[in-house]
């Protein structure tokens, strides 16, 4: 009788094991599934020996939407698919990406920012990522397509491209336009939402506010010491330009302040002059990204 009561207690435990591993299954939304047989070609591209390659530490960037804007869907499939690659890679070859945005964030650096691949690459090596997975969504009203390309962080070499349509239900897919949290400045007319310059032209002309103009914009003489060790190099800043024309605050989103060059170019940038942004003809604040390069003739 205690053999029979042994017996059944396995079996009921088998059972249950059974159900819940079945639910678990049909737990899982289909387009994890479709991010997994993605993370499976990049993992094996990944793994392919290269002469010389360094250990791989993988970086995957949020996805924008087809307009070029960093956008919420973008976030949490560029997190899962990141994560997936952890599974297989393991973790120690993958940048953690939600303390990457975090770090990010804390410098006040947005999610913007990050489509900027000039500004995507200088932070990637900065936290150690030596590949990088780039993508972007395409989505309409029946289906969303994901679409990514791994690069190498040291040269900007294209490894492989991959793509998969991501089955979504329709408050998913919605996401795909809604913009991430972040603190925009609520007298900012129009906040740096994209870099890419056709993006910009139609955030803008979207917004009916007219481009601040450069009216007067000296470029930055070098510090002493950067001339003297011959140190070149091109910084990046979110910057507010006000209804006067002036720069009235900047973040820096790409360079190292070495030598002291960062901190020479927002200084010049406050002595810079723009004919104003303006809309209904009123002049208005505006964010704009401004580059400055030192380059030693």
């Given at each position: 009788?205690l053999?029979?009561n042994?017996?059944?207690f396995?079996?009921?435990a088998f059972?249950?094991f059974?159900l ?7 737990s899982?939304a ?7 047989t993605?993370a499976d070609r ?14 791989p ?7 924008p939407n087809?307009r ?16 997936a690659?952890?599974e297989?890679?393991g973790p ?8 990457f945005?975090a ?21 990637a090596?900065?936290a150690?990522?030596n590949?990088?997975?780039f993508g972007?969504?395409?989505s309409?009203k029946?289906e969303?397509t994901?679409?990514v390309?791994?690069?190498?962080a ?7 491209t991959a793509?998969?349509d991501l089955s979504l ?5 919605s996401?795909v336009?809604?913009l991430?949290?972040?603190?925009f400045d609520?007298?900012v ?8 310059r056709?993006?910009?032209i139609a955030?803008?002309k979207?917004a009916?506010v007219?481009?601040?103009q ?8 070098y510090?002493d010491e950067?001339?003297k ?6 910084f990046?800043?979110?910057s507010?330009?006000d209804e006067?024309?002036?720069?009235s605050?900047s973040?820096?989103?790409k360079?190292?302040?070495?030598y002291?060059?960062a901190?020479?170019?927002m200084k010049v940038?406050k ?5 104003p942004?303006?809309?209904?003809g009123?002049?208005?604040r505006?964010?704009s990204?401004?580059e400055?390069t030192?380059r030693?003739?």
């Amino acid at each position: 009788m205690l053999i029979l009561n042994s017996q059944m207690f396995f079996l009921r435990a088998f059972v249950i094991f059974a159900l819940t591993s079945s639910a678990l299954r049909q737990s899982v939304a289909p387009y994890e599934s479709e991010l997994g047989t993605l993370a499976d070609r990049l993992a094996h591209e990944i793994q392919l020996p290269r002469k010389h390659a360094p250990s791989p530490k993988v970086l995957v960037i949020d996805f924008p939407n087809q307009r070029g804007i960093a956008n919420v869907l973008g976030e949490r499939m560029s997190e899962k698919l990141s994560d997936a690659l952890a599974e297989r890679l393991g973790p120690e070859h993958v940048v953690a990406q939600k303390q990457f945005r975090a770090d990010l964030l804390s410098g006040g650096i947005s999610p913007f920012d990050m489509q900027d691949d000039d500004v995507t690459l200088w932070n990637a090596q900065k936290a150690g990522a030596n590949l990088i997975v780039f993508g972007h969504l395409r989505s309409s009203k029946m289906e969303t397509t994901l679409m990514v390309q791994l690069v190498r962080a040291s040269d900007q070499k294209e490894l492989s491209t991959a793509s998969t349509d991501l089955s979504l239900t329709e408050e998913i897919r919605s996401l795909v336009d809604k913009l991430p949290d972040w603190r925009f400045d609520p007298d900012v007319v129009v906040p740096c939402l994209v870099t890419a310059r056709d993006a910009v032209i139609a955030v803008f002309k979207n917004a009916g506010v007219s481009e601040p103009q450069c009216i007067h914009c000296p470029p930055a003489s070098y510090t002493d010491e950067a001339r003297k060790a011959h140190q070149q190099g091109s910084f990046k800043f979110d910057s507010i330009i006000d209804e006067q024309g002036r720069v009235s605050s900047s973040t820096l989103v790409k360079g190292d302040n070495l030598y002291g060059l960062a901190t020479q170019a927002m200084k010049v940038a406050k002595d810079w002059r723009f004919k104003p942004a303006m809309k209904n003809g009123k002049p208005v604040r505006v964010g704009s990204q401004i580059e400055m390069t030192f380059r030693i003739n």
